[in-house]
């Protein structure tokens, strides 16, 4: 069974830092590429980043270019998302997701989805 | 970036009512189209993928069509459990956007 486990959510102030974590199992998690995608409080879902199964691609949103760092050890089964220079607007429910086609060098559909983790940027 | 109008943005049907959403991307993305639900407090789900496929394991009362800029999503007959917020995305190019959602009450 495919698990995707978020980790590393919680209260920030603006322009503080925050490292999310994101722990896979159930499958070939190097085969892979994922993505970050966040959700505000009472919002829509929005895209943040993606990488591919080996790292050599990376996206991301206008909104976090910049500030947002994805990466991925694959020896650890794990992807990480270091957000620097925290906003307000960024506060949201945090959501890893695996793309549904391996070896793919863009996003694909989002297959699979973690819980979630909270980020809540305030002062 | 690709603009995905979804509509309309809540509903409120009986059990058993077929109920159908709608989302038109601002240009042509051929059939990468998916459709996710997502109940209260949960994670979203992959429910249909590029345009007309039904993810394995998702009941058949639920299914896409379309192609081009205008896609449909339909529940053949609504249930209790189908309760919940759908969402379109786009993957034809970046960023991956999503519709605004369409809330699915029951009457």
């Known amino acids: 069974e495919v698990q995707l486990v978020e980790s590393g959510g919680g209260l920030v102030q603006p322009g503080g830092s925050l490292r999310l974590s994101c722990a896979a199992s159930g499958f070939t998690f190097s085969s892979y590429s994922m993505n970050w995608v966040r959700q505000a409080p009472g919002k829509g879902l929005e895209w943040v980043s993606y990488i591919s199964s080996s790292s050599s691609t990376i996206y991301y949103a206008d909104s976090v270019k910049g500030r947002f760092t994805i990466s991925r050890d694959n020896a650890k089964n794990s992807l990480y998302l270091q957000m620097n220079s925290l906003r307000d607007e960024d506060t949201a429910v945090y959501y890893c997701?695996?793309?549904?086609?391996?070896?793919?060098?863009?996003?694909?559909?989002?297959?699979?989805w973690g819980q979630g983790t909270l980020v809540i940027v305030s002062s | 970036d690709i603009q995905m109008t979804q509509s309309p943005s809540s509903l409120s049907a009986s059990v058993g009512d077929r109920v159908t959403i709608t989302c038109q991307a601002s240009?042509?993305?051929?059939?990468?189209l998916n459709w996710y639900q997502q109940k209260p407090g949960k994670a979203p789900k992959l429910l249909i993928y590029?345009?007309?496929n039904l993810e394995t394991g998702v009941p058949s009362r639920f299914s896409g069509s379309g192609s081009g800029t205008d896609f449909t999503f339909t529940i053949s007959s609504l249930q209790p459990e189908d309760i919940a917020t759908y969402y379109c995305?786009?993957?034809?190019?970046?960023?991956?956007?999503f519709g605004g959602g369409t809330k699915v009450e029951i009457k």
């Open positions: 997701a695996r793309d549904y086609y391996d070896s793919s060098s863009l996003p694909t559909p989002f297959q699979h």
């Open positions: 590029d345009a007309s």
């Open positions: 240009q042509d993305i051929s059939n990468y």
């Open positions: 995305q786009q993957y034809d190019n970046l960023p991956p956007g």
